[in-house]
């Protein structure tokens, strides 16, 4: 192969990536203009069962289906995926009456889902049709259709299923969302079905669980000369300190960063009060707060401390190293 004609095979490629972007943007898109009274039916047949929602389906589609059912369970829907091969072995029996099947089909005419069909109507289900073929066999004998069809597959060829899993997948995942948000679905109740990884840290993990890290409060009077705020940071290993009233409220905070900064210009306001070069009523942060919160707060301010308060006193300060340690991000 010449130097020229894999340039031109290459560049050939990237134009065709763009067409299979473009077309399965476009069948998404045909799916919002499509939506229908057909989706909030599916929609009232799902909150009224009192089954499961179960997906099936084989081959591309299959792993669409496996996908949904997934995304519905993580979502606050409970369903699972049966693979219709295994179904016609004996996994019917996972499937009982009162359940809703989803059954994602692009032609409608896939063999093992049309032989599931006899069974699951002497069984008592709910059949809805994932597909993009109305006229089916799949969708003549179901309760229900949710059409996803495409005008062309992205594949030159217009054979392998590109742009019509596409379609499928975004139609599943708008009604699994869709149901998320009729019952309320809240991020603490994701957090409980994702407990594990950085999702989970980062949906559990609470203010007070990460300043547990250093356990560092360093604080100090209205009237402190800014030279024992200084030891108090040092002390502390802390790049600031709280600054509180004769309350104990929090007042102002002041950062070894502000204080670099004055002796560029003069030693002389080392033994002024701390109270003259504080900033003023700084953010802060509850420790019942998730983490996360702390952490989009520190980044969009810039700053690498966040005074903890309660009831309106410093209880510790959050550092930013200590967010990044707890994985948190």
Do not use: W
Request: glycine share 8%.
């Amino acid at each position: 192969m010449t130097k020229k004609s894999r340039e031109d095979k290459l560049k050939a490629g990237l134009e065709g990536a763009k067409n299979v972007l473009q077309i399965e943007a476009d069948a998404v898109l045909k799916l919002k203009e499509d939506l229908d009274g057909s989706f909030k039916k599916a929609m009232e047949l799902i909150i009224d069962s009192e089954g499961r929602v179960v997906f099936t389906g084989v081959g591309k589609t299959g792993l669409v289906a496996k996908k949904l059912a997934a995304t519905f369970s993580s979502t606050g829907t409970s369903a699972f995926f049966v693979h219709a091969g295994e179904a016609l072995h004996g996994d019917l029996g996972m499937i009982r009456a009162g359940d809703v099947v989803i059954a994602v089909s692009n032609s409608g005419e896939t063999d093992e889902v049309i032989s599931l069909l006899p069974s699951l109507r002497r069984i008592g289900v709910t059949l809805i049709a994932l597909t993009g073929n109305s006229e089916s066999t799949l969708a003549e004998h179901a309760d229900l259709i949710l059409e996803a069809d495409v005008i062309t597959e992205a594949c030159p060829h217009n054979l392998a299923p590109t742009a019509s899993t596409t379609a499928a997948l975004a139609l599943g995942d708008a009604l699994a969302i869709a149901l998320s948000s009729y019952y309320g679905f809240s991020p603490e109740d994701f957090a409980l079905y994702h407990p594990g990884g950085s999702l989970g840290r980062k949906l559990l993990t609470k203010v007070k669980d990460v300043i547990k890290i250093r356990e560092q409060n360093p604080v100090v009077k209205i009237e402190t000369t800014v030279r024992e705020a200084l030891f108090k940071m040092t002390k502390s290993r802390m790049g600031s300190t709280s600054i509180v009233d004769q309350d104990g409220k929090l007042r102002g905070i002041i950062t070894d960063g502000d204080i670099r900064r004055l002796l560029e210009k003069s030693a002389d306001f080392i033994d002024r009060p701390v109270k003259d070069y504080m900033t003023v009523d700084p953010i802060s942060i509850a420790p019942d707060r998730l983490a996360a919160e702390a952490l989009q707060i520190m980044e969009a301010k810039e700053i690498n401390d966040l005074p903890v308060v309660e009831a309106g006193k410093p209880v510790a300060m959050l550092n930013f190293q200590d967010l990044l340690r707890a994985k948190v991000f």
